[in-house]
């Protein structure tokens, strides 16, 4: 999770700043006298406890516990997957980046263990975001080594995948600029097919990012 910024003042060195930031180890940030980010488990575990201590058992109040829980699972599959690919000498990492003027975006960044000394699997980003204008995307790329790029798009907004493929020369020049290359590029009309959907991709997320974010800044 990372503080909320206007998704309208976005930029690559924005967002590789704040990537670089919740990156960081809490040691470290100790050590350079920061302070550490919000604990956003025990803050969900605080939130949920709220609302299961009264006797009152509305509606609003259950799915607003319902909700509370999703959030911790999806917390705890993460960190579970991080941990398991740290270990086997891969790299998994989820972010949830909330936004003050759009909905979450939710960014997993994998990859794979090698399986040999000679092996160099690629690095992936996954995408998934439901935008007020845009609709909901799902984005995947592929960036490896020798600096080629693939890009995936899925697009449930018609407009949005026109918008894309006019603007697909513009990003390959934007990517060229900063040295990579983009191998190809591929949109596509409707959902992305739920085989390749990640398990914290679930169509709950945006619900709970979206509903936990305020709360949290107001237990803090």
């Known amino acids: 999770m ?19 930031k919740w990156m960081l180890p809490n040691e470290r940030r100790l050590l350079q ?10 803050m969900l575990r605080k939130w949920l406890d709220l609302l299961t201590a009264t006797q009152e058992s509305s509606t609003e109040r259950m799915q607003e516990a319902r909700t509370v829980r999703q959030g911790l699972e999806s917390l705890d599959t993460a960190q579970a997957q991080t941990a398991l690919a740290h270990a086997r000498g891969g790299l998994s990492l989820h972010f949830w980046i909330p936004f003050t003027d759009s909905r979450p975006v939710h960014m997993h960044i994998q990859r794979d263990a090698p399986k040999n000394p000679n092996d160099d699997p690629p690095f992936t980003v996954d995408v998934h975001t439901q935008h007020v204008t845009l609709g909901e995307i799902w984005l995947a790329t592929t960036i490896r080594s ?17 918008w894309a493929r ?8 934007e990517l060229k600029d900063s040295g990579l290359e983009l191998e190809s590029f591929q949109i596509h009309h409707a959902a992305r097919p739920r085989s390749e959907v990640h398990p914290v991709q679930g169509s709950g997320q945006g619900e709970w990012m979206q509903t ?6 107001r237990l803090a």
Do not use: C, Y
């Open 33 to 42: 006298g920061q302070q550490p980010p919000m604990d956003a488990r025990s």
């Open 146 to 162: 020798s600096h080629r790029v693939g890009l995936v798009m899925w697009a449930l907004n018609g407009n949005t995948a026109s």
């Open 2 to 20: 990372a503080e909320s910024i206007p998704m309208s003042q976005i930029n690559p060195s924005l967002l590789r700043n704040l990537l670089q």
């Open 212 to 217: 936990v974010r305020p709360r949290l800044d």
């Open 166 to 173: 006019d603007k697909s020369a513009l990003l390959g020049a």
